[in-house]
């Protein structure tokens, strides 16, 4: 069998990432519609909304500086370089994979966020600053969630690599069941659904704007720019489920070796994972309301509540 | 290729991860009682917390091999998930009243205030260094988080049901403690308290009853308006 070289399977993963992740968006929408009785778009719509926006010309507001336009690249730059430090196919950190850490990832993804923010400030456009500044303000009470998530997984592997963690989750049924771990992931899931903007932060196919987080900021961008967010938000919501299967939840499946074979199943058991979770999410989406805007931070005080219980039940010798 | 090291904190055994995580679960039911926005919502959630603690009782009644636990967690079953809440919710039926916002301060800060208590709860067991034979200890702090968090449901939610199911929880919270550290104790004082709850359920019910009729509305804000 073929023997694959350790980079070519860095690039797979980014490979993996960025052209699975629309059609992870498109039967998302696809099962949605469905339950509401819909016959829903077609799973590969996504790539053909790409294909004809690179074909457009893109147009941008008067006294917009060129961070507008360099903005959606650079945040789409960052997308690609998360799925290299995160496993995505691999049991086994590759080359680069030990360049950053969970926090590092985060960080990385909080710069893309941050730029595709500056990029709507920049626009004059009313819609656009209000979703990129809601984008910040609830990012701001999220992030302690996360960090929280992060000392969980700190104190149970005594590293923040998530490969250490992934391999931790797998090593026996007692580290599945202990309630540290259940109880972040199931923050870490909550902060998910805020990041990838769903119910019940924001309807993901809506059109009113005033209920607008995510969907607002790319209001002014369009042609290829636009296609770079659309792109990368679909890519940014791949690689959040994949944290959360490949490192959290569901760490069976990947690659232990170099195998051409072992790489190949490992693409398609993620792919099959993630759509499981989109599966979950379009469920979430169909069952609950929309939050009004001032009670997201009830949602984010219970996954804070959940991250602060993981810590307790660790220092009790519990978790 | 990098080696990883798996320096991982000890794991506690299978069955002390499960009993720890219907602890966290009880808990956690008892966090959702701060939001609750319907008294059948409230009531709900107390029941979900009695098949909880039920299942924990059954988790060691398998767990440790304590074959008496089994007809506890039954008869607890029985009482707390079932007829108690149908009780409940038989002598409320006709009532229209709503107890959403009965808050006296936001759920955010509901919960950022109960879980400094439910930390002071965990912290201050957890010092005492009690060792059960039956369970781990976290199940023990857990237990007085779900005491402490129940009182703190009672003094800031401002409506009858809600005091009242905090206060059935808090039951739940004690039963649980109970289950810790005095697995053995003869089934019949466990019965016995699990009928002086049904008592305090009736008597509850009565009173709350009473109290509706009379304002029209769950809520206690109003209740000194009646003196006089």
Redesign the interface.
Known sequence: MLTLP?PVIQALQVATVVFASPGITGVISQVEARMQGRRGPRILQPYYDLAKLFRKESLAPLHSGPFFLLAPVLAFACYLTVPMLIPVLTT??L?L??MGDILGGGIILAFASFMVATAAAETGDPYAQLGASRAKTFGAITEPVVLLVVFTVA?????D?P??LA??VT?????????AH??ASAALFMVILYETGRIPIETHTGTIELGMIEEARPFEHSGPYYALLKWGSSAKQLIFYTLFLNVFAAPWGLASTRELGDVLFAIVALIAKAIVVGIVVSVIDNTFAKLRLF?I??F???A???A??AI???????? | ??E??????P????F???A??V??VV??LE?GML?ASLFGAQVRLYAAQSVAVSVLAGVVAVGRGVPELFILAALSLLLKAVIVPLVMMGQLRDSRAEIAGSGSL???SE??IS?LV??FG??AV?ALGIHSEVL????L??SMAVVLVSFVLMILRRDVISQAIGFFSLENGVSMASLVIAAGLPLILEVAFLFDLLVAVVVFGVLIRVQSDRTKSFSTVALDRLRG
Not at chain 1, 171 to 179: A, I
Request: hydrophobic share 55%; no cysteine.
């Open positions: 350790l086994y950190a080359p994979g030990n104190l149970v592997t005594s590293t690599l490969y250490v391999a931790t090593s026996g049924p007692d580290q599945l069941v202990r309630p259940l109880l009670r931070t009830e984010v005080s219970a804070f509540l959940l602060v219980l307790f039940t660790l220092y009790l010798g519990g978790g | 290729m990098i990883i090291l798996t320096v991982a904190r794991a506690p055994t299978v002390d991860g499960t720890n995580t602890a966290v808990l956690l966090f939001r936001g759920v955010a919960v950022i879980i439910a930390a965990f912290f957890g781990p200890a976290a199940a702090s857990l």
